[in-house]
């Protein structure tokens, strides 16, 4: 069917203002079935497919979300480019609470996901370059579409992409800042080495819901109270964006 975008996100992208949804696509991949159906919606002159990472209840926890299935059925409605949305928290000063920033490098902490579409017997067996793991053309028009947005955006940082669902111990964080991260989630791998195997233009926008263990200038527990609100904070200027990067 084609559409100009692929948004994948939370539960939350099904609330951003301006969209004008137009149908739900219930696709299964050679990969098995995705986190749920994908919603094609309009945006201006513009076909944007969405997808909730975690499925439309938040069922799903990140090391059982079917990163393959997912980004192969974006792939399977026609959709070449995708914009993946991620909740983190901030590690070094650059990256607190309610900041919005671009990551240009990650490092996979995860362990026991698939990560490849070599899994299966038989399977081509793919050695892709993954030096720049985020796709620069992308990349560069996210950022652009930010400022034309006259959204506040930090360029770059080290994503650290951690198993979940716990959050992580202030020595694991103490670990990750000193390999060089700037950002911990859960979710930002296998996505996008999958992207990259599957030939997909990828890039990622983070949301910094709070202060990762033990960075921020009071030492607080993390509250889902905190982490809700800050997210709900920023998340009127992703409309803005996305109509923007449609057009760059």
């Known amino acids: 069917m084609g559409v100009d975008l692929a948004v994948i996100g939370g539960t939350g992208v099904y609330r951003l203002p301006g969209i004008e949804w137009l149908e739900t696509v219930d696709i ?3 990969y098995g079935s995705p986190s749920g159906p994908v919603r094609i919606a ?3 002159a513009r076909r944007i497919a969405f997808l909730a990472r975690h499925g439309e209840a938040h069922a799903l926890p990140p090391h059982k979300v079917n990163y393959r299935a997912n ?22 000063e650059r990256f607190g609470p309610r900041v919005l920033a671009v990551p240009e490098q ?3 902490y995860t362990w026991g996901r698939i990560s490849t579409l070599c899994e299966e017997a038989g399977s081509e067996v793919l050695h892709v370059d993954f030096t720049e793991p985020y796709t620069a053309s992308l990349r560069e028009a996210l950022l652009k579409a930010c400022v034309a947005a006259s959204v506040a955006v930090v360029d770059g940082g080290c994503y650290a992409a951690t198993q979940g669902p716990r959050l992580e111990s202030r020595a694991e964080i103490i670990r990750l800042k000193r390999d060089g991260c700037d ?4 979710t ?3 996505e996008a080495g999958l992207a990259r195997e599957l030939g997909l233009d990828y890039a990622s926008l983070c949301v910094v819901a709070n202060w990762a263990a033990g960075c921020g200038p009071d030492n607080a527990e993390i509250t889902l109270q905190e982490v809700l609100a800050n997210v709900d904070s920023v998340s009127g200027c992703l409309t803005p964006i996305i109509d923007n990067l449609l057009n760059c």
Do not use: E, F, W, Y
Not at 71 to 92: E, H, P, R, Y
Not at 183 to 186: F, Q, R, S, T
């Open 28 to 30: 299964d991949t050679s």
């Open 42 to 44: 309009r945006l201006g």
């Open 71 to 92: 980004l192969k059925a974006l792939q399977d409605i026609g959709a070449g480019k995708v914009l993946a949305v991620n909740t983190v928290g901030g590690i070094t």
């Open 106 to 108: 990650i490092i996979d």
């Open 183 to 186: 950002l911990v989630g859960m």
């Open 188 to 190: 930002g791998m296998p």
